[in-house]
T-cell receptor, first 109, second 114 residues
Framework: GQNIDQPTEMTATEGAIVQINCTYQTSGFNGLFWYQQHAGEAPTFLSYNVLDGLEEKGRFSSFLSRSKGYSYLLLKELQMKDSASYLCAVLDSNYQLIWGAGTKLIIKP | NAGVTQTPKFRILKIGQSMTLQCTQDMNHNYMYWYRQDPGMGLKLIYYSVGAGITDKGEVPNGYNVSRSTTEDFPLRLELAAPSQTSVYFC?????????????FGPGTRLTVL
């Protein structure tokens, strides 16, 4: 079967750095996405990785290792507004997105 | 552009009732999707469409039907509602199926079946 694993919940301090991990086992791989979802709202796109390595976009960076089936989302200079769930999703061989359950990130002052 | 819009925002159904969740996008996207999201779970694909007149089943299609008569609209029909269909339903659209496939989501419909 297809499986995506993320930690259920993480806590971090305002101004700090946090890394959210995602491991996946899917039938095929055509890219990995990270989405942010604030409570009661729709997911919004953060990043896309299809090749190994680090993609940086402002305070957010995403890393991919296809050989290890592993990705992480790195959030720097955390702000209170970063409190949200972060969803990892993999585009499989049928070009369908397989979603992880999401990591709820709690930011403390 | 309004993006992806969904109606209604909230709905309570009795067991056995039927309803249609509406979804409209104004970005001229070919691809549209319906997901459900249960508490603490990831998004599950119900149905998707690659263009007007073409639809296909996703991971959890049972109990649902869709149609795609225009590029803009992709309604989801629930027949004979059951408590297991209590969930948040998201409609999404994208311009490409493969590759850099950013999906744009509507605000969601919160459905309770009692």
């Amino acid at each position: 079967g297809q499986n995506i694993d993320q930690p259920t919940e993480m806590t971090a301090t305002e101004g700090a750095i946090v890394q959210i991990n995602c491991t996946y086992q899917t039938s095929g791989f055509n890219g990995l996405f990270w989405y942010q979802q604030h409570a009661g709202e729709a997911p919004t796109f953060l990043s896309y990785n299809v090749l190994d390595g680090l993609e940086e976009k402002g305070r957010f960076s995403s890393f991919l290792s296809r050989s290890k089936g592993y990705s992480y989302l790195l959030l720097k200079e955390l702000q209170m507004k970063d409190s949200a769930s972060y969803l990892c999703a993999v585009l499989d061989s049928n070009y369908q997105l397989i979603w992880g359950a999401g990591t709820k990130l709690i930011i403390k002052p | 552009n309004a993006g992806v819009t969904q109606t209604p925002k909230f709905r309570i159904l009795k067991i056995g009732q039927s309803m249609t969740l509406q979804c409209t996008q104004d970005m001229n996207h070919n691809y549209m999707y319906w997901y459900r999201q249960d508490p603490g779970m990831g998004l599950k694909l119900i149905y998707y469409s690659v263009g007007a007149g073409i639809t296909d089943k996703g991971e959890v299609p049972n109990g649902y039907n869709v149609s795609r008569s225009t590029t803009e609209d992709f309604p989801l029909r629930l027949e004979l509602a059951a408590p297991s269909q209590t969930s948040v339903y998201f409609c999404a659209s994208s311009s490409e199926l493969a590759g850099y496939n950013e999906q744009f989501f509507g605000p969601g419909t919160r459905l309770t079946v009692l």
